[in-house]
T-cell receptor, first 116, second 112 residues
């Protein structure tokens, strides 16, 4: 079955440094890969989507890469700030066999803590 | 504010009971998704509706059911509740299936 792994449960970094989070997946070839931010007790918030034919996508201090050969995405936050502290979730769009719809499968997330 | 609303915010009930969670998607979004999030399992897809029709089912128990109404709001019904059903339940909506989803604030269900 499909599997998404975010290989760090927690990541602690100093303010101003670059945070790099990793998402690996198996048994699937997604057309899109997405990253979400989730604060405690709140719903996930969409950050970035990258297509299988895109190598890199940027939005302000965020950068996502997508390597379909390695089946891996890297998520970078440059010049990190304490306000970036949250859990970051990787998600793949998946179409279930014999079903019409497409939904998201999420990794368990990496909790980032940025200290000042 | 994502534009997706969910009620109630909190629900405390007893084992064996039945509850209904309600979701209103963003204006214009035809797809609605339900997810369950518990500490050990992460965010798990339950079921998807598109313009009133069921489109996909994930790890949804037979005790759970959902529907989407003509005004596009959706309800998730959980019955014969067990302690293990305690979790955060999120609704999300999207314009296009498989693309970015917008999540509601969630309903925290506690089964005692």
């Amino acid at each position: 079955s499909q599997k998404i792994e975010q290989n760090s449960e927690a990541l602690n970094i100093q303010e101003g440094k670059t945070a790099t989070l990793t998402c690996n997946y198996t048994n699937y070839s997604p057309a899109y890969l997405q990253w979400y931010r989730q604060d405690p007790g709140r719903g996930p918030v969409f950050l970035l989507l990258i297509r299988e034919n895109e190598k890199e996508k940027r939005k302000e201090r965020l950068k996502v890469t997508f390597d379909t050969t390695l089946k891996q995405s890297l998520f970078h936050i440059t010049a990190s700030q304490p306000a970036d502290s949250a859990t970051y979730l990787c998600a793949l769009a998946f179409t279930w066999p014999n079903q019409a719809g497409t939904a998201l499968i999420f990794g368990k997330g990496t909790t980032l803590s940025v200290s000042s | 504010d994502s534009g997706v609303t969910q009620t109630p915010k909190h629900l405390i009930t007893a084992t064996g009971q039945r509850v209904t969670l309600r979701c209103s998607p963003r204006s214009g979004d035809l797809s609605v998704y339900w997810y369950q999030q518990s500490l050990d399992q992460g965010l798990q897809f339950l079921i998807q509706y598109y313009n009133g029709e069921e489109r996909a089912k994930g790890n949804i128990l037979e005790r759970f059911s959902a529907q989407q109404f003509p005004d596009l709001h959706s309800e998730l019904n959980l019955s014969s509740l067990e302690l293990g059903d305690s979790a955060l339940y999120f609704c999300a909506s999207s314009v296009v299936e498989g693309r970015e989803q917008f999540f509601g604030p969630g309903t925290r269900l506690t089964v005692l």
